[in-house]
């Protein structure tokens, strides 16, 4: 158990909706880190948080956004949801903001678009 | 652009058997991390490796880390069922670039 909180673990939707993930990081840990898996395109880094505010931006759509809330949980909202958004949308967190030290995962949130 | 090659992409081999898997880069990396992802789960630590020719061992695993810092091999000795996963490597970038830069990684199958 890596203390890294994701709900919901399975999720099933149709293209053109919107979906929340949520993430509660491990305790103390400051930095949240969202990253989408597929199996072509590996593990893409898509945005991290820095104790409630945006630390740095990676391949994220603009129908993607996110955010880090004052209690340190995150939540990852998808937008006007397309077939090839279908993956798991892991979640880790690591206590400083740097990209030094281990990751710790969750167990992922698996996005199945019809 | 940073980029981190890891060979072979799948790997099937039988209970017993050695392998080792690889991590290459043209760029240099302050650090290099390497994960084990098990089905249904989220990537875990292995190791991490900071300095050029630095060897580390984990039980029957064997990370080494390039002189350059450009690269970076895991050797298995002994493989069990238990060690199938994927392997993931993920170098933070040196000098002013401190991206994390991850791999597609090695899918490793150990047959019993």
């Given at each position: 158990d890596?203390?890294?909180?994701q709900t919901p673990k399975h999720l099933i939707t149709a293209t053109g909706q919107r979906v929340t993930l949520r993430c509660s990081p491990r305790s103390g840990d400051l930095s949240v880190y969202w990253y989408q898996q597929s199996l072509d395109q590996g593990l893409q880094f898509l945005i991290q948080y820095y104790n409630g505010e945006e630390r740095a931006k990676g391949n994220i759509l603009e129908r993607f956004s996110a955010q880090q809330f004052p209690d340190l949980h995150s939540e990852l909202n998808l937008s006007s949801l397309e077939l090839g958004d279908s993956a798991l949308y892991?979640?880790?967190s690591r206590s400083g903001r740097r990209n030094t030290g281990e990751l710790f995962f969750g167990e992922g949130s698996r996005l199945t678009v019809l | 652009t940073q980029l981190l090659e890891q060979s072979p992409q799948?790997?099937?081999i039988q209970e017993g058997e050695n392998l080792t898997v690889y991590c290459n880069s043209s760029?240099?990396?302050s650090s290099l991390q390497w994960y084990r992802q098990e089905p249904g789960e989220g990537p875990v630590l292995l190791v991490t490796v900071v300095t050029?020719?630095?060897v580390k061992?984990?039980?029957r695993l064997t990370f080494q880390f390039g002189d350059a810092r450009k690269d970076s091999s895991l050797h298995i000795t002994a493989a069990q069922p238990g060690d199938t996963g994927l392997y993931l490597?993920?170098?933070v970038g040196a000098g002013n670039n401190r991206k994390l830069i991850w791999g597609l990684g090695t899918s490793l199958a150990v047959n019993p």
């Open positions: 890596s203390g890294v909180t892991f979640c880790a | 799948f790997l099937s760029s240099v990396f050029g020719g630095e061992k984990l039980k490597c993920a170098g």
